[in-house]
């Protein structure tokens, strides 16, 4: 004490205060231990209550899902969010994180590889007609595989790829189109329609759908069910989709195959059916794959320059 009043008189004079600021500080530390606990207690409480049965509508996740569709019309399609009941928040996540590894190239061959990209995908063409020619199957894997790594919504990867080669589903899957194309060349399509196509030369036949060696069906999955049963949402499955399409025809290209999208209107229901596909599977795109006729031609179509596609703020 002598000791303490010789080097800290000040100690000794606001010792009150001292003992003031010390019983705060352990009261304070008491109340935050007191909040952390009750915090997880709501928290396991809202977990219980999630467990229990569907959630309602004000709870964060689905109110964020309705506000993201309703901000963009894109994604728009309630039954992507609506069928989001499954409990996100249960499991902690145990995704390891791992070195990204990407390749580095010095600035000149950085660009000599995406002229050469760029050149060799603007020999793409829509082809309408295809040789019986026969492509490996090894091939047609590699391609979907490519497909295959295209990034998705949350990584739900949506997509199914169906891939025809038995000669009997062919000729099913021929009749099914042909039937329902004549019926939109004919009354569904319009004046307007047809005439924007005269130039690509396109009908209701597609006897190339028999001829050609495969053909891809690709499928939008809305949702998917998961091990434990509940239904996962598939957050931005069509754009999702489309970008994994648009890799699988560069992937084409690269293979030095052709191929021509095709979105047969109205054969949806009836090319799920054929294909035996679950009801949560839209289609979405149709794929003839093979080698070009020898005559074939293209129409003279002219891309729009980069200025007028690319605007540099
Ligand atoms: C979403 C989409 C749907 C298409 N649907 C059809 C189709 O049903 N029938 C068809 O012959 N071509 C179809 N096409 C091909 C386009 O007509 C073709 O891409 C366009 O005329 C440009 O020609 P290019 O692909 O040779 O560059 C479709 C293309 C896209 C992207």
Known sequence: ?????????????????????????????YLNNTRIQSL????????????SGKPKDDENWVNGGQQLAKANPAVNNEEEYQEADHDCLEHEDKTPQIPYKGD????????????????????????????????????IKNVIKTAGT???GAHTEPWTFV??????????L?????????????????DKWLNDLKKLKTTWQKPYLETVP??????????????????????????SVSISAGILL??????????????????GPKLRELLKRPPNEKVMMLLPIGYPTDDVTVPDLKRKPLDKIMFLV
């Open 250 to 267: 560069a992937s084409i290209q690269n293979a030095g195959l052709v191929t021509l999208i095709s979105t047969p209107l109205n054969c």
């Open 1 to 29: 004490m002598d000791y303490i009043t010789k080097y800290a008189p000040f100690l000794v004079k606001y010792s009150h205060v001292v003992a003031a600021l010390f019983l705060g500080y352990l009261a304070a530390k």
């Open 174 to 190: 021929r009749e099914i189109i042909e039937d329902e194309e004549r019926m939109n060349y004919q009354r569904r399509m319009g």
């Open 150 to 152: 295209s990034p998705s």
């Open 104 to 139: 580095n190239y010095p600035e000149e061959e950085m660009l000599e590889r995406s002229r050469r990209f760029y050149e060799e995908m603007n020999k793409r063409r829509s082809i309408r007609l295809f040789s019986d020619r026969d492509v490996s199957l090894e091939v």
């Open 40 to 51: 997880s207690a709501d928290d396991e409480h809202s977990r219980a209550k999630r467990r």
């Open 214 to 239: 495969y053909i891809i069906i690709i499928f939008k999955q809305v949702h998917s069910i998961s091990a434990d049963g509940q239904k996962k949402p598939h957050y931005y499955s069509e754009i």
């Open 163 to 172: 891939v025809v080669r038995d000669t009997r589903v062919k000729r099913e």
